[in-house]
């Protein structure tokens, strides 16, 4: 699995690194066949507050890619939010990968 973190007017130090790889750690736990993680974290020039922290990622697993973005005013609350989303994503997409079909039952003839 690759994971590349990106800040856009932001330092991505390495305390934020490791948080950011210890939460996506969760989804690689749940689901075993993640090509690739981009996480993009960037802090906007907006007027309100509230908003100005986002954090976005992208992840390429087997088959599908997986996109979800959270804007909060602390980043930390952003990256918590935003791996809850792709936690639930993640679920839906491998319950879609499971065999759901069953075999028929042969005929007693």
Request: hydrophobic share 35%.
């Amino acid at each position: 699995m690759n994971l590349t973190i990106s800040g856009h007017h932001l330092e991505v130090t390495p305390a934020l690194r490791d948080y950011v790889a210890t939460k996506l750690d969760r989804i690689t736990r749940h689901f075993d066949q993640v090509v690739d993680i981009r996480v993009l974290l960037t802090v906007e020039k907006q007027k309100e507050k509230e908003r100005r922290q986002r954090a976005e990622c992208l992840i390429h697993v087997k088959g599908n890619d997986l996109f979800a973005e959270s804007s909060h005013a602390d980043l930390y609350a952003a990256l918590d939010d935003l791996v809850d989303k792709l936690d639930r994503q993640v679920g839906r997409h491998k319950t879609r990968l499971q065999d759901h079909s069953h075999e028929t039952p042969k005929r007693l003839m």
